[in-house]
């Protein structure tokens, strides 16, 4: 399921009952190598400081360096998370987008809609067992703060690109869609991927709707392998 959900090809520039069950690991990678001190203009951070009018008003980077990535993870815990194991669900996936982001050397973000208001977990570090710990004890409860965390997420991303132009970003968004049709919506910054993370005999198909909304990808989580 980490595999799929980190397939999205990016744009260049209470209730602590459910317990995660790992998901299934892709073959992660070491990073990008460099080969030696190649450098070429990087113009788009040399122009943000105007026109150019001498070798030291020139921002470089390294010919062979891979573009950097930022993985940032939206999850939705609110209350009706709770039904059918869907949180659990949730969690198995996030252990292996968490898993891969260390073994790539990706950046991550995470920000928890739960409760009253969305609260940020991460904001651009590497993977590490404190955020390992918070996964296992994160519970479901409360409403669900989920426009408000898209709005946070949007503008987040977009100083983020001012500041880090050349960045890869890719959003992963897990809810069971359950908010109100009022809720103010935009498409989001950067490439986006939607589990629908809503189980159970009774489906109400409000994710695949946000979905659409949001200009996401969209899969249920019911059609990626987990184990």
């Not at 070429?40 to 950097?68: E, M, N, V």
């Not at 968004?173 to 109100?180: E, F, K, P, V």
Request: net charge positive.
């Amino acid at each position: 399921m980490a595999k799929k959900a980190l397939s999205i090809r990016p744009r260049p520039a209470p209730g602590a009952d459910a317990n995660p069950r790992p998901g299934q690991l892709a073959g992660g990678r070491s990073g990008a190598r460099r080969d030696g001190a190649q450098l070429r203009i990087d113009w788009p951070a040399t122009l943000r400081h105007g026109r150019p009018r001498k070798r030291d008003d020139l921002r470089w980077h390294a010919r062979s360096a891979r573009p950097q990535e930022l993985w940032l993870v939206l999850l939705d815990a609110s209350a009706s998370t709770r039904r059918h194991g869907a949180l659990s669900q949730a969690k198995g996936l996030l252990a292996s987008v968490f898993e891969q982001a260390y073994r790539q050397r990706a950046r991550l973000a995470v920000l928890h809609a739960a409760g009253s208001e969305p609260r940020w977990l991460w904001q651009g570090q590497k993977a590490s067992q404190e955020l390992r710990d918070w996964l296992r004890e994160v519970g479901a409860g409360g409403g669900t703060p989920l426009p408000e965390a898209l709005s946070q997420a949007s503008d987040w991303l977009q100083r983020r690109q001012r500041h880090k132009p050349g960045e890869n970003q890719r959003l992963l968004i897990l809810t069971d869609g359950r908010l109100s049709d009022s809720a103010p919506l935009s498409p989001l910054p950067c490439p986006t991927l939607l589990v629908d993370i809503e189980s159970g005999p009774v489906r109400l198909g409000r994710a695949r709707l946000l979905a659409k909304k949001l200009g996401a990808e969209y899969q249920p989580i019911g059609s990626l392998a987990l184990r």
